[in-house]
């Protein structure tokens, strides 16, 4: 079929008084085609219309589409079982493809263009990866500067708000800088409520950006190609970086993924006419410079030193000296330490456990001297209250501090109080019914000794005579 321009010259030429024969003969076609477009009178080409085999039954095509959820091949089979039709199943998607049942048409991509230290992107993606002898989901987390696109990833068993702050402030050192916005998905980590525009991040994390001159924006819902910057490494990075890797723990994946991110940033690029780090050096004139002391980033836990002179996080035992059994400490958890603290000083640091199984770290100082051990310990300041308290205060103590098991100190401090809350009379007499009985659940003791308290201090008084009818009576 001619095209639309060869259909126009034939009709200019045959306007300027050319034939048939010498305009076949200008542009090399038959005679024949130029009589048609000359009958046709038009530039424009006629539409070819074919005759569908779908189209009669376009409204049980339809009809199918919406009962199988949008499963073209159950509709197939669906019309040759019901003998609708004999239409073959490429036959079927391109008549659903033409009128566009279940398929919307591709939309056009559009380009971003930043400029130097406007935006960074970050964003995490699940990986497969091979640590400790064994195949593990992490945690993969990125961050890139939209002009330099200079890579920076690491892994993590989990991705909480503590691992998103620890993994921004490591990119940020990796950059030496922040950009002004740092793009993130509409992950909970980050977002407190709202998509887009109208995102409002947690408090927590919009202070963490302030600290590191940044604030965070969100794409809109669906626009998934906004973050492509961060979106298009992951799988570089699976079927580069980890394809035949494996690592001995975290750590040393960490380290060579900072290694090969190193070496990738800088590699030419030939889409850039250059390398990530080269353009680095334009953009990092523009980034904004970290603050010149940033705190450490952890966890609070309050933990309370069991009988072996212990601590619990996240599944590990870390030791700590033990003078601390039973008393309250505080555990701030590092990215890589686990620091604790008797009030303001610090009494132990241990190198953090990232393991899936259960880890025992004991420093060899924190354990007594051969031939000492916790019975030399001097008792709690609520023990010896209780002990100088004597019957049946203090009988009932040391049978507590056995039954209870490593948390003694904490049954024993809420005995004490107990004894400085209520009064003496109906709290003795309740300490010597649970004594009796075997009963150290101090909830119910505590019950026990709230009715004793009601009966001895709440009795309703008998009801008197109407004074009216005595004197009635009288």
Same mark, same amino acid.
């Given at each position: 079929?001619?095209?639309?321009?060869?259909?126009?010259?034939i009709?200019t030429?045959?306007?300027?008084?050319h034939?048939?024969?010498?305009?076949?003969?200008?542009?090399?076609?038959?005679?024949?085609?130029v009589?048609?477009?000359?009958?046709?009178?038009?530039?424009?080409?006629?539409?070819?219309?074919?005759?569908?085999?779908?189209?009669?039954?376009?409204?049980?095509?339809?009809?199918?589409?919406?009962?199988?959820?949008g499963?073209?091949?159950?509709?197939?089979?669906?019309?040759i079982?019901?003998?609708?039709?004999?239409?073959?199943y490429?036959?079927?998607?391109?008549?659903?493809r033409?009128?566009?049942?279940?398929?919307?048409?591709?939309?056009?991509?559009?380009?971003?263009?930043?400029?130097?230290?406007?935006?960074?992107?970050?964003?995490?993606?699940?990986h497969?990866?091979h640590?400790?002898?064994?195949?593990?989901?992490?945690?993969?987390?990125?961050?890139?500067?939209?002009?330099?696109?200079?890579?920076?990833?690491?892994?993590?068993?989990?991705?909480?708000?503590?691992?998103?702050?620890?993994?921004?402030?490591?990119?940020?050192?990796?950059?030496?800088?922040?950009?002004?916005?740092?793009?993130?998905?509409?992950?909970?980590?980050?977002?407190?409520?709202?998509?887009?525009?109208?995102?409002?991040?947690?408090p927590?994390?919009?202070?963490?950006?302030r600290?590191?001159?940044?604030?965070?924006i969100?794409?809109?819902?669906?626009?998934?190609?906004?973050?492509?910057?961060?979106?298009?490494?992951?799988?570089?990075?699976?079927?580069?970086?980890?394809?035949?890797?494996k690592?001995?723990?975290?750590?040393?994946?960490?380290?060579?993924?900072?290694?090969?991110?190193?070496?990738?940033?800088?590699?030419?690029?030939r889409?850039?006419?250059?390398?990530?780090?080269?353009?680095?050096?334009v953009?990092?004139?523009?980034?904004r410079?970290?603050?010149?002391?940033?705190?450490?980033?952890?966890?609070?836990?309050?933990?309370?030193?069991?009988?072996?002179?212990?601590?619990?996080?996240?599944?590990?035992?870390?030791?700590?000296?033990?003078?601390?059994i039973?008393?309250?400490?505080? &555990?701030?958890?590092?990215?890589?330490?686990?620091? &604790?603290?008797?009030?303001?000083?610090?009494?132990?640091?241990h190198?953090?456990?990232?393991?899936t199984?259960?880890?025992?770290k004991?420093?060899?100082?924190?354990?007594?001297?051969?031939?000492?051990?916790?019975?030399?310990?001097?008792?709690?300041?609520?023990?010896?209250?209780?002990?100088?308290a004597?019957?049946?205060?203090?009988?009932?103590?040391?049978?507590?501090?056995?039954?209870?098991?490593?948390?003694?100190?904490?049954?024993?401090?809420?005995?004490?109080?107990?004894?400085?809350?209520?009064?003496?009379?109906?709290?003795?007499?309740?300490?010597e019914?649970a004594?009796?009985?075997?009963?150290y659940?101090?909830?119910?003791?505590?019950?026990?000794?709230?009715?004793? &308290?009601?009966?001895?201090?709440? &009795?309703?008084?008998?009801?008197?005579?109407?004074?009216?009818?005595?004197?009635?009576?009288?």
């Amino acid at each position: 079929m001619l095209d639309q321009t060869i259909r126009q010259t034939i009709l200019t030429l045959h306007d300027a008084g050319h034939g048939s024969r010498a305009i076949a003969d200008a542009l090399g076609i038959s005679r024949g085609a130029v009589k048609r477009v000359l009958r046709d009178g038009r530039a424009e080409p006629p539409m070819f219309v074919r005759d569908e085999r779908g189209e009669p039954h376009r409204d049980d095509i339809l009809a199918l589409h919406a009962s199988c959820k949008g499963n073209l091949v159950r509709v197939h089979e669906e019309l040759i079982a019901r003998g609708i039709v004999t239409l073959s199943y490429p036959a079927l998607t391109a008549f659903c493809r033409k009128h566009g049942i279940g398929h919307e048409p591709p939309k056009p991509k559009g380009q971003y263009h930043f400029k130097p230290g406007q935006e960074m992107q970050h964003d995490t993606s699940p990986h497969d990866v091979h640590i400790g002898g064994a195949l593990r989901r992490v945690q993969t987390a990125s961050l890139v500067p939209c002009f330099s696109r200079r890579l920076f990833f690491q892994f993590y068993p989990r991705f909480t708000r503590f691992e998103c702050k620890v993994f921004l402030d490591d990119a940020a050192t990796y950059h030496d800088g922040t950009c002004e916005h740092c793009m993130v998905d509409n992950s909970h980590v980050i977002v407190l409520r709202g998509t887009g525009k109208e995102m409002v991040p947690v408090p927590e994390m919009e202070a963490f950006a302030r600290r590191l001159n940044f604030t965070f924006i969100a794409h809109e819902k669906g626009d998934a190609n906004r973050s492509a910057r961060v979106e298009g490494p992951f799988w570089f990075i699976e079927r580069n970086f980890l394809a035949g890797r494996k690592f001995t723990d975290f750590a040393d994946a960490n380290r060579q993924a900072r290694e090969w991110c190193d070496k990738v940033n800088a590699k030419f690029r030939r889409s850039f006419s250059a390398s990530s780090n080269e353009l680095f050096v334009v953009e990092r004139a523009a980034m904004r410079r970290l603050p010149l002391w940033r705190p450490e980033i952890y966890v609070l836990h309050q933990r309370i030193v069991d009988l072996e002179g212990y601590i619990h996080v996240d599944g590990h035992i870390y030791s700590v000296p033990y003078q601390l059994i039973g008393k309250s400490v505080e &555990v701030r958890e590092t990215k890589d330490k686990v620091r &604790v603290f008797l009030g303001p000083r610090e009494v132990a640091v241990h190198d953090k456990a990232i393991s899936t199984t259960k880890q025992r770290k004991t420093i060899v100082e924190h354990r007594p001297p051969r031939g000492q051990g916790a019975a030399h310990l001097a008792p709690l300041p609520e023990e010896r209250e209780l002990a100088g308290a004597g019957a049946p205060f203090a009988g009932y103590a040391v049978t507590l501090k056995q039954r209870v098991g490593p948390r003694w100190p904490i049954a024993l401090r809420r005995l004490a109080q107990m004894r400085r809350d209520y009064p003496s009379a109906p709290l003795a007499a309740a300490i010597e019914t649970a004594e009796h009985y075997g009963l150290y659940d101090l909830d119910r003791v505590e019950r026990m000794i709230l009715k004793n &308290v009601a009966t001895a201090y709440f &009795v309703v008084p008998a009801e008197r005579e109407d004074p009216d009818q005595e004197s009635d009576e009288g």
